[in-house]
């Protein structure tokens, strides 16, 4: 265990880290009692998503301001950590309906209780992908805030 091994929260929003930073410190110590990491505006876009895998008791997950796109929500949906998530910022990162879609079908059990989706190119498509959605159910917010435009 490193220096950091007691740590809850790491706040690292707007450090600007491409793929090499985030895999550096993700591979630095073990981090098994962080429980929230918040990467807001750092450059992580979809191939980076696995650099995030040895996060894996995460309660809080912020990737906002990234270009996750479509296949970043993909590979998210994917992560140890992701069934584990209480609540997932992933305002202004890029993605439509397509990356909604395969979001909602990775989310199980009813952990996620806040979402931010705003910013995103939902659009009406989007707003009828999570009307009928079983797995939302739990959400007490939920951030669709400027996720109108198509």
């Known amino acids: 265990m490193g220096a950091l091994g007691r740590l809850h929260t790491l706040r690292l929003w707007g450090f600007a880290w491409g793929a090499s930073h985030i895999q550096r410190m ?45 296949e970043g929500v993909r590979k998210l949906g994917q992560l140890p950590c992701f069934g584990s998530l209480r609540r997932l910022n992933l305002r202004h990162t890029h993605f439509g309906p397509t990356g909604l879609l395969m979001l909602t079908r990775s989310i199980r059990g009813p952990h996620l209780h806040t ?7 939902l659009g009406p498509e989007g707003a ?23």
């Not at 505006?41 to 309660?59: C, S, T």
């Not at 009828?128 to 400027?146: F, R, V």
């Open 26 to 70: 993700a591979q630095a110590q073990s981090w098994g009692t962080l429980r929230s990491l918040d990467l807001g505006a750092n450059y992580i876009y979809g191939p980076v998503m696995d650099a995030l895998a040895p996060f894996e008791g995460l309660h809080d997950l912020s990737l906002s301001v990234n270009p996750l796109h479509d």
């Open 115 to 121: 979402l931010h989706l705003g910013g995103n190119r």
């Open 128 to 150: 009828a992908l999570l009307a009928p959605c079983a797995q939302l159910e739990a959400l007490t917010p939920l951030d669709l805030g400027h996720a109108a435009a198509t």
